[in-house]
């Protein structure tokens, strides 16, 4: 299930089946798209950076990290849904606008500097 | 582009091209998907909760809505990337896992508190 | 305990009688606190806008967004604590600061939007 | 300013002058938090995590640090606020719940486990 579209109606139908429908506003989903960040969150919080991605990537933390990644699309699925906002077109223009903004010979190997 | 894999692709090259593959770390993705997150809380705080979903979905919040929705998603297929998730199929089974959790009949209409 | 100074206080003891310096990196310590801040959204997410504060103000839930409310401020002030920032200046000059940006005759029963 | 019922006590003036209590509804106040709390992360996400602390405590990062940290507080003090939580009391009952929670001799250099 790698397209957005099919998690989208997935979503939708999950919602609707239940009658959720009611609970859906975006200011609740954003909430509980920060409820599932903040789960991700936990899970990486006390490991050494420099081993994150090795003991997450294994484990019993592969496990969970890989479930809390699937909430927090659900949730910005739904978001978008409600919204009528074409996550993938959203995220193509989002991808075209960011090489246009950090030209490969501008920015090699620097990150750019959040203002 | 509402493909996962497609999108993974885009970014995995968008990075390697400006060599910021070192910047991505797991806590760190964790970090910037974090700060996405506060941009789309920030669009949505001070809207009545009941007039969010017709003023976020006009503009000029619709622009900045779907920016934002797609920062979101771009960080989270990365951060899935590096840990090496296959992020639809952990998506298709939590939803698999949803629909066993919460049957129809028991949780209509009513959503479940989170303890 | 009002006092941001005896808090932090607090803090460094309990963290030094546990030896568990070496994981209050700023990082870290930021993950945590978006961790507590999810808890915390999570209690509000699906509770009808209009009727949070009743509910959340009162038993069962009051217990827990109390907890929630003070993990935050916990890790907010070890942050601080870590990065040498006096946190309580810092807000005496924030306000300052906000004072001077709204001035009351120009934003009244107007909240300011978020650029 | 160190004390917490004096940072309320303002905050509550200031929201009053500019009849700003219709926007703080808890809903909407742990959106702000969060807003607050995602430009912090945006402040640290691409420090090398063993150089966060250093680069984050000096300038000029270090005024960016001390705005939003303090940002952060003042959000979370109107929020434990308009739902009429002792925050001091609630920190000290959470600090004297934590040093029961993990008993030095237990967990000593050894961060507990987020489950």
Redesign the interface.
Known sequence: ?????G?RD??RA?TE????G??H????L??????????????????P??Q??EL??AQPL?KR???E??????Y?VR??D??????????????HA??GR?P?GD???Q?P??S
């Open positions: 299930m790698s397209d957005l579209i998690i997935e979503m999950f089946e239940r009658d959720w009611r609970y506003d975006p200011k609740s954003v909430l509980a798209l920060v409820g599932e960040v903040g789960e991700l969150a936990e899970i990486f919080q006390w490991l950076a420099e994150a991605m997450a990537g592969r990290v890989a479930e990644l699937a909430d927090v699309l659900v910005l978001l978008a409600v919204l009528d906002v074409d996550l993938g077109e959203a995220t193509r223009a989002k991808l960011a090489r950090y490969v920015v090699h190997g990150a500097v959040k």
